[in-house]
């Protein structure tokens, strides 16, 4: 369990799923989700390469979204990273970057990685200022980056580099 000033992270457990089911029975929120949907089922998909949580307000422990590291490749030291809020009201006051801090900090920290990327809707502006908040920046843009209901979506890649690797990057 790791704790911020408003938000808490906890393990995802498998009663938690219904909350899931629910916040992403939202069409909205399934698209930004994309590929990554953690299911108990799979054991949060592959439990050594994947890792889940729920995002509590620290006041009244209210569950307000979940978010995660997918993909790790300790050898590469790299995975990527996912973040919903299924609560669309408390979309707006900082709980997303405040939940990517802890889990980058843990990544880093407790897990030793190097470099964390994830994918974003090119339209989702809110969710590109929410990385930019925390250090992400945008490394590339795909033209097609996913299959959406039929149809090609533009996507934008953005990356952040622990701080102890920083200083080391050769161009
Ligand atoms: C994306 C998400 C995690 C961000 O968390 P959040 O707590 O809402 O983020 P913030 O409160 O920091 O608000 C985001 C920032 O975007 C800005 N913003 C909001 N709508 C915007 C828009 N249409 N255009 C540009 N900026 C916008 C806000 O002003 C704020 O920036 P500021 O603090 O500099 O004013 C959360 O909104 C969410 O889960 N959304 C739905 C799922 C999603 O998109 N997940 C990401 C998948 S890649």
């Not at 808490?8 to 799923?17: E, F, S």
């Not at 949060?44 to 890792?51: A, H, L, S």
Request: hydrophobic fraction near 40%; aromatic fraction near 10%.
């Amino acid at each position: 369990m790791f704790s911020g000033e408003r938000v808490v992270l906890q393990p995802l457990a498998g009663n938690d799923h219904p909350l899931l089911r629910r916040w992403l029975a939202d069409r909205e929120l399934r698209k930004y989700a994309g590929r990554w949907r953690p299911s108990p089922r799979s054991g949060w998909r592959d439990p050594r390469r994947d890792e889940a949580f729920l995002i509590l307000l620290r006041v009244g422990n209210r569950p307000i979204g979940f978010c995660g590291l997918f993909g790790i490749s300790f050898d590469e030291g790299t995975a990527e990273l996912g973040i919903v809020l299924g609560e669309r009201d408390c979309w707006g006051q900082g709980y997303g970057p405040e939940a990517v801090r802890l889990l980058l900090d843990h990544a880093y920290r407790n897990r030793g990685l190097r470099q964390i990327s994830l994918c974003v809707h090119a339209t989702n502006r809110r969710a590109i200022r929410a990385y930019e908040k925390v250090g992400f920046v945008p490394e590339c843009r795909l033209r097609i980056g996913r299959w959406l209901f039929g149809r090609g979506v533009e996507m934008i890649v953005m990356s952040s580099v622990a701080p102890a690797e920083q200083k080391e990057i050769r161009r």
